[in-house]
């Protein structure tokens, strides 16, 4: 059967619906189970007081202010009490505000999501929405709040980011900024005057932007078939999405493989 309808559904969706699942939650819950990673956040990251925009702060890393805190550890050669592990202590430290920042905080975001609770269909904190659970869902969020309320099947979903339960590894959170774009912090005049352990860190840093990149091309690649298949809609309803420009991608091939005839209707 063709589908006429696509239903594209962002975090408004879950709220809506009673889900504590706004990113000044993640932030209350990552108070409570890490409070270095918290305020690393704060401080080295331009989030707003609610982390709402959590995920294009990513690439707003504040580069300068990380590298003067790790400086401190960088000591000269000629101290007059060496020790070897000064080869490495200015790294070392780096290396533990940008994985913070990377991996710890992705690793938290997937745990907090995992314990997102969400309601029963017959105990919800609103009324029921009338859709049509036989059409397609694109959906960005990494909850079954569709499959689970509104008795979605799973083939008529598609989870662009992944969804809860799947290994970290399948779970997309990140900055739309290609770090092809990024400068190379060691793409300096005279590079090899440079101390070692500097560029080392610069490294450290410059790995950061790729790791908390979220590589929106590959994955409209990888869900080809998907897109592909939205040539018979000719009803789209934006449920809930911000719309954000990190997520622009997906609605530009979404206009690209519907018609020009398409009705859009975003709430």
Same mark, same amino acid.
């Given at each position: 059967?063709?589908?006429?309808?696509?239903?594209?559904?962002?975090n408004?969706?879950?709220?809506?619906?009673?889900?504590?699942?706004?990113?000044?939650?993640?932030?209350?819950?990552?108070?409570?189970?890490?409070q270095?990673?918290?305020?690393?956040?704060?401080?080295?990251?331009?989030?707003?007081?609610?982390?709402?925009?959590?995920?294009?702060?990513?690439?707003?890393?504040?580069?300068?202010?990380?590298?003067?805190?790790?400086?401190?550890?960088?000591?000269?050669?000629?101290?007059?009490?060496?020790?070897?592990?000064?080869?490495?202590?200015?790294q070392?430290?780096?290396?533990?505000?940008?994985?913070?920042?990377?991996s710890?905080?992705?690793?938290?975001?997937?745990?907090?999501?995992?314990?997102?609770?969400?309601?029963?269909s017959?105990?919800?904190?609103?009324e029921?929405?009338?859709?049509?659970?036989?059409?397609?869902?694109?959906?960005?969020?990494?909850t079954?709040?569709l499959?689970?309320?509104?008795?979605?099947?799973?083939?008529?979903?598609?989870?662009?980011?992944?969804?809860?339960?799947?290994?970290?590894?399948?779970?997309? !959170? &990140? =900055? +739309?900024? #290609?770090?092809?774009?990024? $400068?190379?912090?060691?793409?300096?005049?005279?590079?090899?005057?440079? *101390? @070692?352990r500097?560029?080392?860190?610069?490294?450290?840093?410059?790995?950061?932007?790729?790791?908390?990149f979220?590589?929106?091309?590959?994955?409209?690649?990888?869900?080809?078939g998907?897109?592909?298949?939205?040539?018979?809609?000719?009803?789209?309803?934006? !449920? &809930? =999405? +911000?719309m #954000?420009?990190?997520?622009l $991608?997906?609605?530009?091939?979404v206009?690209?493989?519907t018609?020009? *005839? @398409?009705?859009?209707?975003?709430?």
């Open positions: 059967m063709l589908k006429k309808t696509l239903y594209i559904i962002g408004g969706f879950d709220i809506f619906h009673g889900v504590s699942s706004r990113y000044s939650d993640f932030k209350d819950y990552l108070a409570d189970c890490d270095t990673l918290h305020d690393n956040v704060i401080e080295y990251l331009s989030v707003e007081e609610n982390w709402c925009d959590l995920e294009t702060a990513f690439s707003n890393l504040d580069v300068d202010h990380v590298i003067d805190n790790a400086m401190q550890y960088l000591q000269s050669y000629s101290v007059d009490d060496w020790s070897d592990s000064f080869h490495h202590d200015y070392y430290e780096l290396d533990k505000i940008v994985s913070d920042l990377s710890g905080l992705k690793s938290h975001f997937c745990e907090w999501i995992s314990l997102l609770e969400l309601p029963l017959e105990n919800l904190p609103c029921a929405l009338q859709i049509d659970k036989l059409e397609v869902f694109l959906t960005f969020n990494y079954r709040t499959e689970n309320i509104y008795s979605v099947g799973d083939e008529d979903v598609v989870h662009i980011h992944g969804k809860s339960g799947q290994d970290e590894s399948q779970i997309i !959170l &990140g =900055h +739309s900024w #290609s770090p092809e774009e990024i $400068p190379d912090l060691n793409d300096v005049p005279n590079p090899e005057d440079m *101390d @070692t500097i560029m080392e860190g610069n490294e450290l840093v410059n790995d950061y932007f790729g790791k908390t979220k590589p929106s091309d590959k994955i409209v690649s990888d869900n080809k998907f897109f592909d298949s939205l040539n018979s809609i000719v009803t789209v309803y934006v !449920l &809930g =999405h +911000s #954000s420009e990190v997520d $991608p997906y609605f530009e091939q206009v690209k493989k018609s020009e *005839d @398409t009705e859009w209707i975003v709430t």
